[in-house]
């Protein structure tokens, strides 16, 4: 046993850490008779990749590929690739992971239990619309190769089915084609919610990638922003083969916790407004998909108490005043959060039982860790949510009530006879309380 | 296009290694003991876009395993620019305080067998007048410590027949280059605590294939062991023995 936690920090575990580097590993691990869970590089940010008390599979040493079809760019690999290879392995040759989230530190494992999205969902739906096949590994010993047309039920239940199937050991991926790596963003300001809901419905259309940064802590310009779109060059520029930064600069020890006062923070995001640089630009498509790669650990900042993410999505017909309402539960709270970000999901059905994207607009939020206050914070957010008819997004998540669960995900009657038995997270057992008690 | 040999190609090292190998488009003759495992490595390097890859099953410490290694290595592609000796058990020093065969062992396949494939090598370097011989040593071999002077001991005594053959391979045109890594994040050091000080597999091979290409003698990777072991090396007894290390 050993002490474990997320990207978040919070909360910290004592679990039974398995590294594997090959399948033979990964079946030995299963013998284990502690509760099950695969691991890849651990950017969940609560704790959906936890496993208190219980044996986690470390899958990143997995990471070999098993073939390439250059013609239709699909790749084939282990689960514990990571996306930051898949690229460095795909880009030189013209192609690119149809979906990305924001950080490419994770593994195509991961990427499917989360169901993860990018700044193109309203084009190209989740990673898992992207995923041919994956093979499975149950606890009972049986392999079972999945797609949407062989087993798609165990297909639907194990994208973003949070690990809680069995281990995924290998998966195939369909990729994009790709002439540059740069990008054409756009950044243009707007003054409130509407601005963005203007610039978001003029966007789609034409724009490959959209987000927006809002800030919600102005006294009162809550709710201005900047909205950034972006498109890959079509024209080939000899870009595809050069090297990407490895992101050099690091945090190098946790911040103390005054770093991140309501006063800083309050000043981060007015400076963020100010700086930001707006207008038509040609930029490498790392710095527009990954911009916080380039800065490894960036975590501490929150010091060693870590600190929470919110992310949630609500349907699109009022969706701008249940993001006024979040906003104002917020500004009032001061409990300020660093980045603030805003994105609007496309229609595209999302291909698995708890899959987290859905029509409507999400938003995502982080806060230092300050214990009772930020878990009420949380709470009023939650709330806000559920009378949405919203959801909360598992990958992100330290703290959401089952009851948010179950109003976040409808279909969990649908998933549950797909549980391996031998597997579980702390997560799902935060989430999923035991059949009520009368 | 180099064509590079590569002995325990399993190995969390020797992997990232023929990874930077393949992605040049390089020729890679593979060895190691698993067969499953072996094939699973040659398609992840065939897909990263190696050249050729070929196999051998063997057992490296089996020193009867040897000639036939060396020879088909050599005859695959005609010839070698590199080769890599990258396997070795690290054991368990109080085990092999109390057990004479496992102290063998130790000995046998970080040293003995490695010898004996350096010196097969050697040979048909010489004859070719170029090329390159790298051998994976260890900083435990620049000091013997209570913790790990077996293991130690055998990396000790191949950084010494590296240089050996140096001296010996001097003015033909074949390098020989001692890699010395710290503490590496493989699977040999699972439960070992990870602290600053440790490196992924990645960034050594990226040393190694950095002092191959400049042609270096010794390299510590990464770079700042060189400074540690100074010191270590410099300590006088009576302090070396009141540390625990």
Known sequence: MAAASSWGRYPRVDEDRRLVSWEGDVRAALASRRPLLARGLGRSYGDSCLNEGGTVIELA????????????????????????????????????PAV????????????????????????????????????????????HE??????????????????????????????????????????LPFADLDGFFELEAASAESWEHTVAWVDCLHPRMAGRGIFSRARFLERSDGSLGEPWGRGPRTVPCDLPEAALSPFTVKAFNAAYWKLHPRGRRIEAAEKFLFPLDALGHWNRIYGRRGFVQFQCVVP??????????????????????????LKTFGELPSPGLLSFPRPGVTFALDFPFRGDRTL????????????????????????????????????LGEFEPWIDPAFSSSFWRRVHAAPRAA | ????????????????????????????????????????????????????????????????????????????????????????????????ESSPEALKAILATNFTSAASLLMRL????????????????????????????????????LAIFMEGLRHRLAGT????????????????????????????????????????DRGASVAYVPGFWWAIMRVIRSLPEWILFRTRL
């Open chain 1, 146 to 187: 999945c797609s949407p047309m062989a087993e798609p039920s165990l297909f639907a239940a194990t994208v973003a089915g949070l690990g809680l199937t069995g281990i995924v050991t290998r998966a195939t991926l369909a990729l994009r084609p790709l002439r540059s790596a740069r990008m054409e963003v756009e950044s």
């Open chain 1, 376 to 411: 009420a914070l949380m709470k009023e957010l939650e709330e806000i949510v559920i009378d949405a008819g919203g959801a909360l997004y598992p990958a992100k998540d330290a703290c959401m009530s089952p009851r948010a669960f179950g109003a976040s995900f409808t279909r």
């Open chain 1, 316 to 341: 699109g017909a009022r969706a701008r005043d249940w993001i006024a309402q979040l906003i104002e539960a917020i500004r009032t709270k001061g409990d300020g959060s660093f980045l603030s970000v």
């Open chain 1, 100 to 143: 990305v989230p924001g950080t490419r530190f994770v593994t195509v494992g991961g990427c499917i239990a989360n169901d993860v999205h990018g700044k193109n969902h309203h084009r190209a739906g989740t990673f898992g619309r992207h995923v041919r096949a994956l093979t499975l590994l149950r606890s009972d010993g049986t392999t």
């Open chain 2, 122 to 157: 050697a040979a048909l370097f010489e004859r070719q007048r170029s090329g390159a011989l790298v051998a994976i040593g260890s900083v435990a071999g620049d000091r013997g410590r209570q913790s790990n002077y077996a293991y130690g001991a055998a990396k000790g005594g």
């Open chain 2, 173 to 212: 045109g074949v390098r020989v280059v001692t890699i010395k890594p710290g503490f590496v994040d493989t699977p040999m050091t699972r439960g070992f605590p990870k602290g600053p000080l440790w490196a992924s597999p990645e960034r050594v091979a990226a040393g190694i294939v950095r002092a191959i």
């Open chain 1, 61 to 96: 040493g997995m990471d070999r590929f098993l073939a390439f079809d250059a013609t239709h760019g699909l790749l084939s690999c282990e689960a514990g690739a990571s996306l930051d290879d898949v690229i460095a392995f795909a880009l030189p040759r013209g192609w690119f």
């Open chain 2, 1 to 96: 296009m180099a064509r590079v040999l590569i002995l325990g190609a399993t190995s969390a090292i020797a992997q990232a290694t023929s990874r930077i190998h393949a992605g040049r488009g390089d020729s890679l003759f593979l060895v190691a003991r698993d067969r499953e495992r072996l094939a699973s490595v040659a398609a992840d390097l065939r897909v990263r876009g190696a050249m050729a890859v070929e196999t051998l099953v063997a057992d490296l410490a089996d020193d009867s395993t040897h000639e036939r290694i060396v020879a088909d290595g050599w005859r695959a592609f005609n010839g070698l620019d590199v080769a890599l000796l990258a396997y070795g058990v690290l054991g368990n020093q109080r085990e092999v």
